[in-house]
DNA sequence: ATGCATGAGAG
DNA sequence: TCTCATGCATA
């Protein structure tokens, strides 16, 4: 194994040089190297207020073989590039400044991100913007932590957890929040859809984005929260929460049903259509309550979905246009593997999410990659059979076809 | 929740 | 042409 990403690791690197003069652009105060991608993988990482990621840290089941057998790996690559990634400056370059001024079609993040929200910081230079946050700022800084709050993942994800909690507590859907934002009538925030709600609940946003929504959502939370506190809402303010109370009640199942049917369940976990169907007439309940037994749900099922194995790669790499979708442990950014992964990453022209909260130990952040067929191409012009097992490895710990670690809760 | 498409802006 | 944010439609 080792050999296989060391002698992957050369020809990787350099490649992967070439494509980050071209592909990168620049990144922020200069870090060692050219590789700010990876900066900001260390980044999320350090982040992460992990357990020191050399640790073992034990995920779940299924996932084991495959971290067991890249952990030899990461720990000795890890000694070389660590002095790299613990280095303290730039931290906030964060990439993307060249993001920060995008104008978006009628996306209400026009430009600069988080319209109403510390007006100007958001623009590249995320430097202590509160007064009484620069020690703090400095503090974290010396410590290599990232110094402002509305940038650190950490503060992110944690918001994305209270928003999505604190929306539900309210009994507002993620459509209802996207269509409410137009009430808030901050400058130049419309409506959302309810795809972006769920993007930015479940972390699959850009970083950027991610930064230019938290304000925005913050603020209709607040006054969400408000309004629901004070049942008499101002007349004149549009009311930030839905309407009606049209929500469909949610199923329960009585104690007698549900032990039929974890009794069921225990002898046959994985029912077919028609059985399901004559379960849910029996027990005069509807087919989708009974769903939970469906293959989808079945964790010895997740292997198997697209891709199912090596050869859906294969041929993945031989058919242009298609995006393959790998998942890989953050570790791995930390490994040799790191700095063309990133660049695959940066090369990418699907959306390429940057965070999810499937990591419910919090040792490794899964972060979904895309892979394009060029990447492809040129990774395996490198090192192709390296290349092939190691997106075979990685499809075998994570490799869900949604793009996701599965909970496994 | 997410694959795919769109259109803006940058280069 | 590329990247990105975003919405539509639908699994």
Known sequence: MGDLF??????????????????????GTGGPGGLPQLKHDMMYHHSMGAPPPVSRPHHQMGHMDGLEMLDPISSSSMTTLTPMSETP???????????MNHHHHGGPLSGHSAPGHHPGHHGGHPGAHHPAMAAAAAAA???????????????????????KQ????????QADVGKALANLKLPGVGALSQSTICRFESLTLSHNNMIALKPILQAWLE??????????????APSVLPAG?????????????????????????RPSGEKIAAIAEKLDLKKNVISFTKEDNNPDALLMASPRNSHDFDRICLEPE?????????????????????????????????????????????RPISLTFMMVKIMNSVIQETFINFI????????TGHGFIPDNR
């Open 141 to 163: 800084a010396v410590a290599g932590l990232h110094p402002d709050a509305d940038t650190d993942p950490r503060e992110l994800e944690a918001f994305a957890e209270r928003f």
């Open 245 to 269: 109370e049209k929500k469909r009640k949610r199923t329960s199942i009585a104690a007698p049903e549900k032990r039929s049917l974890e009794a069921y369940f225990a002898v046959q976990p």
């Open 322 to 366: 298609k995006t393959i979708k790998v998942i890989m442990p953050l570790k791995i950014c930390l490994t040799s593997i790191s700095y063309p992964l990133s660049i695959i990453m940066q090369s990418d022209s699907s959306n390429i999410p940057t965070y999810n909260r499937n990591d419910k130990l919090k040792y490794y952040n899964y």
């Open 89 to 99: 400056t730039h931290m906030h370059s964060y990439g993307m400044n060249h993001v």
């Open 223 to 236: 006054e969400a929260e408000a309004q629901a506190k004070n049942k008499r809402r101002d007349p004149d």
């Open 6 to 27: 060391s002698g992957l690791n050369d020809g990787l690197i350099s490649r992967a040089e070439a494509l980050a003069a071209v592909d990168i652009k620049h990144q």
């Open 392 to 399: 075979i490895i990685h499809q075998r710990i994570s490799a």
């Open 166 to 173: 604190r929306r539900i507590k309210l009994g507002v859907t």
